[in-house]
């Protein structure tokens, strides 16, 4: 009981920080942040008070006008939090990869699986959805690395799904924002069982160890030799 309660009181603070960091980075991009949680939880809280007063029990509506008071900043803290981080990861080289790996249970995500000179990169997540590979970078250069990508997928994995996703503001022409990847990919219509998507994920792992372990000749490339297409713009 005792190493219970120790651990209790070292995840509190932990947790407390972590609360005043967000609110720190939050604040940064909406400075009225403090405001507005103050308002909502007010409102909250004299809402329920003026109920109580109609009904002839204030006290009782004061405690629940407290705590749902609270709720509520807690769930519009939340959602605008959530919109300044997305504020600032957009643009930045990583910012879809870094979507994927909070995007919860089920899903093996595998970062940069390829990328070409210009830092244009292809994310990789296996889940019940099948293989979802996400680009971003210039749109015109990151679909041909899909496209290259997906060809590879169709012969090491030809019975799985592959969808694609193009990360970007024009929504006319296919691409999906970076603050709508998450359910996006959540939406993508489940057709791989548990085992299954193991399966997949542990192949294309193997895969990627094989071809990282492949020896790399010295020397200049023998004259008359071709590289691969397959080789072109991709690799990890």
Do not use: C
Request: hydrophobic content about 45%.
């Amino acid at each position: 009981m005792a190493r219970k309660g120790n651990a209790e009181n070292t995840a509190n603070p932990g947790r407390l920080k972590q609360i005043a960091l967000t609110y720190k980075m939050t604040r940064r991009a909406d400075r009225m942040i403090g405001w507005i949680l103050a308002g909502v939880g007010l409102v909250t809280f004299g809402v329920l008070l003026a109920i109580g007063f109609l009904i002839g029990h204030p006290v009782y509506a004061g405690i629940l006008g407290v705590l749902l008071g609270f709720l509520a900043a807690a769930i519009v803290f939340g959602r605008r939090a959530e919109k300044a981080a997305f504020g600032q990861m957009e643009g930045q080289p990583g910012a879809a990869a870094a979507v994927l790996e909070n995007i919860g249970r089920g899903w093996n995500v595998t970062p940069a699986v390829a990328m070409n000179r210009n830092q244009d990169v292809v994310h990789r997540a296996v889940g019940k959805a099948g293989i979802v590979l996400v680009g971003e970078g210039n749109p015109n250069r990151v679909r041909s690395l899909l496209g290259a990508e997906k060809r590879k997928m169709a012969r090491i994995v030809a019975d799985v799904p592959v969808h694609d996703i193009v990360v970007g503001d024009d929504e006319d022409k296919g691409q999906v924002p970076l603050k709508k990847l998450r359910t996006k990919m959540l939406k993508l219509p489940r057709t791989l069982a548990g085992g299954q998507v193991t399966e997949v994920n542990d192949r294309l792992r193997a895969l990627g160890d094989l071809m990282s372990n492949m020896p790399i000749p010295k020397g200049p490339m023998p004259k008359g030799m071709r590289m691969p297409k397959g080789g072109q713009g991709g690799g990890r």
